[in-house]
């Protein structure tokens, strides 16, 4: 199974991803945990990065799909996969598509958490209090809110007129919206 998940920042996505990775035995892929992994490595290409997640904008095409290809052709995620934070924006879900078509793959679902913008701020501020990531202060969570409604939401209009996209309640604790993915995820 092929799965894309798409929310704001803070919806939860990255909770639920780690859920799913049990219950159907396929790997989370996150391009953010793939950037961040090359920032400990302190790559070059890590380095660059860094700078530009530090404010919250979103790092180039090539760079995070060139990471994703890699990723995409390691064994494990030969069975399928849950994409997370990626496609970012219309031409990264394009550049997929054409991935997708080269490689003969599809995308089964991809499903679209839905949840407040209050409660996402509210969200991150404690997340920032138990990870510590340097884009979770306020001015950068402001900015990557704004990147996401400019440039990220209409991804899930692209994938709507694939008739793919479920829409998922995302408010309630971890396991009501994960019993709701699943319900999904049945069909
Ligand atoms: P995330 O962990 O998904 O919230 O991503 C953290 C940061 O990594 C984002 O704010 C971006 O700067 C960068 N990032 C993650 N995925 C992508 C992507 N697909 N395209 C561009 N930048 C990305």
Redesign the pocket.
């Known amino acids: 199974m092929r799965i894309v998940l798409l929310g704001a920042?803070g919806s939860g996505k990255g909770t639920q991803a780690k859920i799913l990775v049990k219950k159907q035995g396929i790997p989370h892929i996150?391009?953010?945990d793939l950037?961040r992994s090359a920032i400990a490595a302190k790559s070059k290409l890590g380095l660059a990065a860094k700078q530009?997640?530090d404010r919250?904008?979103?790092?180039s095409d090539e760079i995070?799909l060139g990471m994703l290809k890699e990723r995409l052709s390691e064994t494990d995620a030969q069975k399928g996969f849950i994409l997370d934070?990626?496609?970012?924006n219309l031409v990264?879900a394009e550049m997929l598509s054409e991935l997708f078509a080269e490689l003969g793959l599809s995308l089964d679902h991809a499903l679209l958490i839905e949840v407040d913008p209050d409660e996402v701020v509210a969200r991150i501020a404690k997340r920032a209090e138990i990870e510590g990531r340097s884009?979770d202060t306020e001015e950068v969570v402001r900015n990557?809110l704004q990147v996401y409604k400019e440039q990220t939401a209409p991804v899930a209009d692209y994938y709507k007129e694939q008739n793919i996209v479920s829409e998922i309640m995302g408010a309630g604790t971890i396991e009501d919206v994960q019993k709701r993915i699943e319900a999904v995820l049945r069909f």
């Open positions: 920042p996150s391009t953010g950037l530009v997640m919250g904008d979103l790092v995070v934070g990626f496609p970012r990264q884009d990557r």
